[in-house]
Nanobody, 120 residues
Framework: QVQLVESGGGLVQPGGSLRLSCTASGSIFSIGRMAWYRQAPGEQRELVAAITSGGSIDYGDFVKERFTISRDKAKNTMYLQMDSLTLEDSAVYYC??????????????WGQGTRVTVSA
């Protein structure tokens, strides 16, 4: 099994910055795609950013060069640097990974979520 621990959420003013982290642990052989999703109240969960093991990156259309996703393979950790935050960025942010376990099976896992609140 895979455990994901997210951190870095909090309260920030419009225009401010936050850095989210997601660390995976467990019987992991390798990690493929890692991604951040977010869900605001009453809204569907949406992709924020994703990064593959090869370094290919995708961002949601709303990101508009404000966020930067990265990963540290040695630490099984993914980051999301969020700058120029707006009120519309308020949501719970979830980490998602696709991992190959030591047993050889593949597992998709979600973190518990970290809340980001942008407010004046």
């Amino acid at each position: 099994q895979v455990q994901l621990v997210e951190s870095g959420g909090g309260l920030v003013q419009p225009g401010g910055s936050l850095r989210l982290s997601c660390t995976a642990s467990g019987s992991i052989f390798s990690i493929g795609r890692m991604a951040w999703y977010r869900q605001a109240p009453g809204e569907q969960r949406e992709l924020v950013a994703a990064i593959t093991s090869g370094g290919s990156i995708d961002y949601g259309d709303f990101v508009k060069e404000r966020f930067t996703i990265s990963r540290d393979k040695a630490k099984n950790t993914m980051y999301l640097q969020m700058d120029s935050l707006t009120l519309e960025d308020s949501a719970v942010y979830y980490c998602n990974i696709q991992a190959r376990l030591a047993s050889g099976t593949h597992e998709g896992s979600w973190g518990q979520g970290t809340r980001v609140t942008v407010s004046a």
